[in-house]
């Protein structure tokens, strides 16, 4: 890809899907205009949000602390369209998504519009509900510049929607150094049919919803002993950031610190030379060695989930219990339960199983889960 879309955008993207919290639960909104006036003053252009998260209030975040406050040439805008569960309940309520969206967000029109989240279990939704030519036709409008979809399914129908679709100008991807080589998620293959199609790529998790943030023991042992004095999502933007056709690498952030950080690792960014990048192997290493179980908390499998069951939570406390952290016991099993539900109330509906986007058998690790609740 000699010349494509984005590549002179800067190379860290705002997530607004981890928007720090008051209190009360809601979003924090004079927290987020600082630190998108960090991100504008950095260099930053790329947002990127979507109309299920937060339920909305994430993209009403992003009018309040960006779209009411900033020309709109200051800044680009990236949203979704969930045709699936959290989302529509039929083709006119897709639809309708969109519109509500701009509504939303004040942004006048989307820079990057995407069909969210395709995998084997939804991407007939979005054929049945004509989505495709319905982008297309917001684009001739002028209400989309550029559109294209995000991604968690295998390389086969990645490479059977660049056919069928040739002109999605762009892919959103799942790519870390956990998950370069995971053939649950094929990040080098699915980023390698892009390249073959000439798609410039957006990164998605590329700290692994947080997990490669505060990795476990022997991840960090092989990452200080690369004494660069990186911090651990350093590392991990980094090596995201140093992957070719890229539009740019999406980072979730939920506080000022973050952003510091985040905004520290990007600036004058270089890519990753040989010898950072053996330090990288040592860590995909030590993380083979481990059994954790790989969940990024999207919270998409709750979203349906019939008995209210806390997944993520508790697959929380059961990594960290395995990373030998001393405090993840019983007793943050019963808090993060408290007000949900528990492992042993599992029904075996399979809600969840058909809508992860690491495809983690759900069903058999609640059962795994259960004795911490003994």
Request: charged residues 25%.
């Amino acid at each position: 890809m000699e010349h494509y879309l984005g590549e002179n955008t800067f190379k860290l993207g705002f997530g607004l899907m981890r928007l720090p919290k008051n209190p009360d639960g809601s979003i924090d909104i004079p927290q987020v205009k600082r630190m998108a006036d960090a991100f504008i003053a950095a260099g930053g252009t790329y947002f990127d949000t979507a109309y299920v998260y937060d339920g909305g209030a994430s993209e009403a975040a992003f009018r309040a602390a960006v779209a009411d406050r900033y020309p709109r040439e200051a800044y680009t805008i990236a949203t979704k369209l969930h045709a699936t569960a959290g989302g529509a309940r039929d083709e006119q309520s897709a639809k309708q998504e969109f519109l509500t969206s701009l509504e939303r967000t004040g942004a006048g029109y989307f820079d990057y519009y995407l069909l969210h989240a395709i995998q084997r279990t939804n991407y007939q939704t979005y054929d049945a509900y004509h989505l495709w030519d319905y982008v297309r036709e917001q684009k001739e409008k002028g209400l989309i510049r550029h559109w294209g979809f995000s991604f968690h399914a295998d390389p086969e129908l990645l490479e059977e929607l660049l056919d069928r679709y040739p002109d999605a100008e762009f892919v959103q991807l799942q790519i870390n150094y956990a998950d370069w080589d995971n053939p649950g998620v094929a990040s080098r293959r699915n980023w390698e049919i892009c390249q073959a199609h000439g798609k410039p790529v957006v990164i998605m998790e590329p700290v692994k919803g947080g997990v490669l943030a505060d990795p476990i023991p022997g991840v960090k042992q092989a990452l200080d002993a690369g004494g660069k004095g990186w911090s651990y999502a350093g590392w991990a933007l980094r090596y995201a950031a140093s992957i070719n056709g890229l539009i740019t690498v999406l980072s979730g952030m939920s506080n000022e610190a973050q952003m510091e950080d985040n905004l520290r690792t990007m600036r004058n960014f270089t890519p990753l030379n040989e010898e950072e990048r053996e330090v990288i192997r040592k860590a995909q290493e030590a993380l083979n060695a481990d059994k954790s179980i790989a969940c990024t908390a999207c919270h998409y499998c709750t979203a349906g989930c019939p008995m209210n069951i806390a997944i993520p939570e508790i697959f929380n406390v059961v990594n960290r219990r395995r990373g030998s952290v001393e405090f993840r016991t019983k007793r943050e099993y019963s808090i993060v339960t408290r007000n949900a539900g528990k492992a042993s109330e599992c029904i075996q509906c399979g809600q969840c199983e058909s809508v992860c986007p690491q495809h983690l058998p759900i069903i058999r690790l609640l059962e795994e889960c259960r004795a911490l609740e003994d």
